[in-house]
C-alpha cells in the first residue's frame, strides 16, 4: 500500500516562527503536493513538485516555500507563520500521469497536520 | 481557471436512505475524481471518472459523469454511519494536480 506520512497530526505554534511541516512517502512517486483545508473553501493547492529540486506555485503560496532534496520528501516551510495560516494541511503524491503503469494517477492523502497559529 | 461546484454544501440523511451528491464543473472536464474525508483526516480516493456517460460503482457508491462531461454526481444507497464525512470532487489539471470542490458534508443519523 502507498503510504504517505506527516511529521505531527496536530501542532500550536506562534506568530513569526518559521515552521517546517514534513511530508514523506514511500512509493517512489515524482510528484508531490501541499494543500491547505478550510471550511468553505476546500482544499487549495499551495505548492507542487514533480520532480526532485524542482517545484512550482499553486494557487495560494504567498507565505509559503518547500523544499524537495529528495524524492520521497516534501516540506512545506512558513517562513513566518501569521494567524491566517491556520488551518488543516494536506500533503499527497501520485505518480506521472503518462505513466502506463498505473491505472490512474489517483493522488494518495497523508492523514494531514492541523496547524494552529496563535 | 476551472470553477467546480458541490451541491449541497451539507446534508442530513437518516441511515438506511439513499443521497446524491452533485459536483458541477464551469468547464469540460478531464478525469474526474471523487474523495471521502472523514473528520480530521487525509482524503480517500473513491473514484475516478473520464468518459462521457461513464458510470462506476463501489459497494453502495456510485458516480456518474454526464454525456456532456461537465457534472458529475455521487450516489449512496441505503447509507451507513461508514458513510458519514466530507465527499470532494476534483478535476485534474497537467502534471496532474487536482483542484477541488469545497466539499459536501454529511451525516447520517440513526
Known amino acids: 500500500d502507498v503510504k504517505v506520512t506527516q511529521s505531527s497530526r496536530y501542532l500550536v505554534k506562534r506568530t513569526g516562527e518559521k515552521v517546517f511541516l514534513e511530508c514523506v512517502q514511500d512509493m517512489d512517486h515524482e510528484n508531490m503536493f501541499w494543500y491547505r483545508q478550510d471550511p468553505g473553501l476546500g482544499l487549495r493547492l499551495i505548492y507542487f513538485s514533480y520532480d526532485v529540486k524542482m517545484k512550482e506555485k499553486g494557487d495560494i503560496p504567498e507565505g509559503y516555500s518547500v523544499s524537495r532534496e529528495k524524492k520521497e520528501r516534501f516540506s512545506l516551510i512558513l517562513e513566518s507563520a501569521s494567524t491566517n495560516q491556520t488551518s488543516m494541511y494536506l500533503c499527497?503524491?501520485?505518480?506521472?500521469?503518462?505513466?502506463?503503469?498505473?491505472?490512474?494517477?489517483?493522488?494518495?492523502f497523508g492523514p494531514g497536520t492541523r496547524l494552529t497559529v496563535l | 481557471s476551472q470553477e467546480l461546484e458541490q451541491s449541497p454544501q451539507s446534508l442530513i440523511v437518516q441511515e438506511g436512505k439513499n443521497l446524491t451528491i452533485n459536483c458541477t464543473s464551469s468547464k469540460t472536464l478531464y478525469g474526474l475524481y471523487w474523495y471521502k474525508q472523514k473528520y480530521g483526516e487525509g482524503l480517500i480516493f473513491l473514484m475516478m471518472l473520464q468518459k462521457g456517460g461513464e458510470e462506476k460503482s463501489h459497494e453502495k457508491i456510485t458516480a456518474k459523469l454526464d454525456e456532456k462531461k461537465q457534472q458529475s454526481s455521487l450516489h449512496i444507497t441505503a447509507s451507513q454511519p461508514s458513510h458519514a464525512g466530507i465527499y470532494l470532487c476534483?478535476?485534474?489539471?497537467?502534471?496532474?494536480?487536482?483542484?477541488f470542490g469545497a466539499g459536501t458534508q454529511v451525516v447520517v443519523t440513526p
Open positions: 499527497a503524491s501520485s505518480p506521472p500521469v503518462w505513466t502506463i503503469r498505473t491505472r490512474s494517477d489517483e493522488q494518495f
Open positions: 476534483g478535476v485534474r489539471h497537467s502534471w496532474g494536480k487536482l483542484q
